[in-house]
Structures are given as structure tokens and as C-alpha cells.
Antibody
């Protein structure tokens, strides 16, 4: 069955960077885009960007350009998201999700809580 | 950039009642609209895609309709497990981006 398993919670200081991993399984890793979506406490869903695991190509929401990178390692079928220059308002649960056929996010990771606090 | 506006923000209903949730797009998205359900502490779950197609395993009491700029998610008879937050979502080709609505909380 399809699963996306994310890395564990992180606590970071303002100005630091964080790297969150997402390991899909149960399907051909390179066949589907992976998106990252975050959710601040008590808030809605915010799309951050996507990565094409086949080519490594990426696309980011304008808000995150220059501060977020997304990479993949095809040898271990994993994707990564780095957020640099963290601020307190980056405190959120970060989700990875697979883009299925038909412009939908059909499988989601369990979420990774990133807390930014001095 | 396409903006999705959901209404109402909160819907207070009782089990067995019908829920009607609205999602309006700032410009036409054809039928490329999806709905998700999110419960506290959980990841979102896909309910509806292509405006009206139920995802695998989704009960028939959930239905979606609409096209262009106006979309509706209907829960025909609320079950206790349906009390949650619902988000609409679309993917645009230019600029390439995903957008979520602000969400509708369905509460008891």
C-alpha cells in the first residue's frame, strides 16, 4: 500500500535551518510529483512547492522562493525539504503529499512538527 | 493567482442533518477542484477530485458538484465521524501553483 513516512519533530532557533525528509513507498518513486504543504497552529493549509522525483525539477510558491529547497535521492527513494533562515512564524506542521492523476493530493505523510523558538 | 473562498467558515449541525459547503474560485478552474477532510491531529484526507468524483473508500453520503467558479461539497446525512474541517483545493497551470481554500469547520 502507498505510504509516505516523514522524519520526526524538530526544535530550532530563529535563523537556523531545518531539513525534513519524506520517504514514499508502495509505488514507483519517480512516477509522481511530491508536494510540501504546511499548517501553522490553528490555521489552514499552505502550499509550499513541489518536486519532480524523476528529474529533480522544482517549483515553489512565490512566498518561499529563495528560502526553501527541495531535493531527492533516487537511490533511497526519499525527498527532502530544507527551510533556511527560520522565523517564529515558520512554526508549523509540514506535510509531504503525493500528487496523483487528476490534480489531486491522494496520499499524505503523517506530518512533521517544526517549532522555531529562542 | 487563483484565490479560493470557502463559506461558511463554521457550520453548526446535528448528526443526521445535511451539510452544504461552498467553495468559490476567483477565476474559472474548469472541473479541477478537490475536497479534503481534516480531523484534529491528522493529515488531510482526499474526499473528492475532479469536482464530483469520490476518492477510493469515501462513503456515498459525500458528493461534490460544480464547475467554473462555484463548487459545492454535500454531506447528505452527517455521521459523528464527519465533524471535521473541510478544504477545497485547485492546481493551476499558469502560474504553476496549488491553492487551498480557508476551510469550513463542521461542528456539532
Amino acid at each position: 500500500q502507498v505510504q509516505l513516512v516523514q522524519s520526526g519533530a524538530e526544535v530550532k532557533k530563529p535563523g537556523a535551518s531545518v531539513k525534513v525528509s519524506c520517504k514514499p513507498s508502495g509505488y514507483t518513486f519517480t512516477a509522481y510529483y511530491i508536494h510540501w504543504v504546511r499548517q501553522a497552529p490553528g490555521q489552514g493549509l499552505e502550499w509550499m512547492g513541489w518536486i519532480n522525483p524523476n528529474s529533480g525539477g522544482t517549483n515553489f510558491a512565490q512566498k518561499f522562493q529563495g528560502r526553501v529547497t527541495m531535493t531527492r535521492d533516487t537511490s533511497i527513494s526519499s525527498v527532502y525539504m530544507d527551510v533556511s533562515r527560520l522565523r517564529s512564524d515558520d512554526t508549523a506542521v509540514y506535510y509531504c503529499a503525493r500528487e496523483g492523476l487528476g490534480d489531486l493530493l491522494d496520499y499524505w505523510g503523517q506530518g512533521t512538527l517544526v517549532t522555531v523558538s529562542s | 493567482e487563483i484565490v479560493l473562498t470557502q463559506s461558511p467558515a463554521t457550520l453548526s449541525l446535528s448528526p443526521g442533518e445535511r451539510a452544504t459547503l461552498s467553495c468559490r474560485a476567483s477565476q474559472s478552474v474548469s472541473s479541477y477542484l478537490a475536497w479534503y477532510q481534516q480531523k484534529p491531529g491528522q493529515a488531510p484526507r482526499l474526499l473528492i477530485y475532479g469536482a464530483s468524483n469520490r476518492a477510493t473508500g469515501i462513503p456515498a453520503r459525500f458528493s461534490g458538484s460544480g464547475s467554473g467558479t462555484d463548487f459545492t461539497l454535500t454531506i447528505s446525512s452527517l455521521e459523528p465521524e464527519d465533524f471535521a474541517v473541510y478544504y477545497c483545493h485547485q492546481r493551476s497551470n499558469w502560474p504553476p501553483a496549488l491553492t487551498f481554500g480557508g476551510g469550513t469547520k463542521v461542528e456539532i
